[in-house]
């Protein structure tokens, strides 16, 4: 068990009990026994700058002998040895990254769309274009982005229209395409950080282990990770992935992550990284009462409940009806699922559409 630290208090009536303890010989030549429990005293006020002291000192070395474990190091500047640890292992943090994707542009005159050119939506957050792109008269052409800022300030949602900065003559329109701009996130978590750390320790390299290929796809980005054995064959391994918040990465998102293990793993492996595919889970449910209130609290607990799950899960009924019955209580009724499902190995759910039956 861990060492107590005694309180400023008990640290003081120890001062005082050694000092009760001592004698000292007086000028006089008579012997003196000095009393840090008296009031108002030189010696009292010396037994509480001590016990104050000594009490610093205890805390300061408990700090310093957390720092010496990863598992409650922090990364406090000047004094947090998470980041020693980082090192020691070789897993550095995952820093901020910007979102990425493809936006449509249609032009109404033959252009090229120059690289460095900036669109934005609300003037909050802005996409430079990453390439120069020609674009033909009455045409629509994908065009790779990037945004210019990191962090999930730079995602945004499919079929989002934008402008350019600075207009184009000839450019008609401006709209992210069908995935969205995605990837953009602050700088790893520290617990996300920690965990990885340990991950490290308790399950290092082995020349190709699923453990392994988690932890790779982990360093790349990828939040949730699947490693499917045979995947495209005997001798292959799918490695399903998805970003933080269960959001379905980018084709360029997917090849760094593939970069990422190539460059680490066997001569031999033959490895695959694939985004993982989401599956709409739709629900029939009878609320007894039901109010929006439940309603709303019965949809989130569902949503964390689908995002908890995994690549690749199976979906008992008895869970569902779990979720719903924690928020809303007991007098309700699962009508659809009537089952259990159980999905691909490359798929995950997510939360669809709700209908509410009306009581009976």
């Known amino acids: 068990m861990s060492a107590q630290i005694p309180t400023p208090a008990t640290l003081a009536q120890r001062f005082a009990t050694a000092l009760a303890q001592q004698t000292f010989t007086a000028s006089d030549g008579s012997t003196v026994t000095l009393d840090a429990t008296a009031p108002g005293t030189l010696e009292a ?3 509480v700058l001590s016990a104050l002291s000594d009490y ?3 805390l300061y070395v408990r700090d310093q002998l957390l720092e010496l474990l990863p598992t409650t190091a922090t990364v406090t500047p000047g004094t947090g040895l998470l980041p020693a640890h980082a090192r020691i292992w070789g897993v550095p943090r995952i820093g901020a990254t910007a979102a990425d994707g493809n936006v449509i542009v249609s032009a109404s005159l033959a252009l090229t769309l120059p690289a460095g050119t900036l669109m934005t939506v609300d003037g909050s957050a802005q996409w430079v274009v990453v390439s120069a792109v020609a674009i033909a008269a009455g045409a629509s052409v994908s065009v790779p982005v990037q945004a210019t800022i990191t962090g999930t300030a730079g995602n945004l949602a499919a079929n989002t229209a934008a402008t350019l900065v600075s207009p184009v003559a ?7 395409d069908q995935n969205g701009l995605s990837g953009g996130a602050p700088i790893e978590a520290v617990e996300s950080w ?3 750390i340990i991950s490290a ?3 290092p390299v082995g020349g190709g282990t699923t453990d392994d290929y988690e932890n790779w796809a982990r360093a790349a980005g990828a939040s949730v990770v699947s490693v499917v054995p045979g995947w495209l064959g005997r001798g292959t391994i799918g490695v399903i992935v998805l970003l933080a918040g ?9 090849a760094d992550i593939q970069s990422y293990i190539d460059a680490r793993r066997p001569v031999r492996g033959n490895v695959t990284v694939a985004a993982g595919v989401p599956v709409s889970q739709d629900l029939t449910i009878q609320l007894l009462p039901d109010t929006q209130s439940a309603r709303a609290a019965v949809m989130g607990a569902l949503t964390t409940f689908y995002l908890g799950l995994g690549i690749g899960a199976t979906i008992y009924q008895a869970q569902i009806e779990a979720a719903i019955s924690a928020v809303a209580g007991n007098r309700n009724s699962l009508l659809s699922p009537s089952g259990n499902q159980t999905l691909a190995v490359n798929q995950f759910p997510v939360l669809g559409t709700i209908t509410w039956a009306a009581p009976s």
Request: no cysteine; glycine share 8%; hydrophobic share 45%.
């Open 56 to 58: 610093e000192i205890y």
């Open 201 to 203: 320790i308790r399950t």
């Open 246 to 254: 269960g959001v379905v990465p980018t084709a360029v998102q997917v």
């Open 170 to 176: 000839g450019v008609q329109s401006v709209v992210s």
């Open 194 to 196: 920690r965990s990885r």
């Open 45 to 47: 006020a010396l037994a």
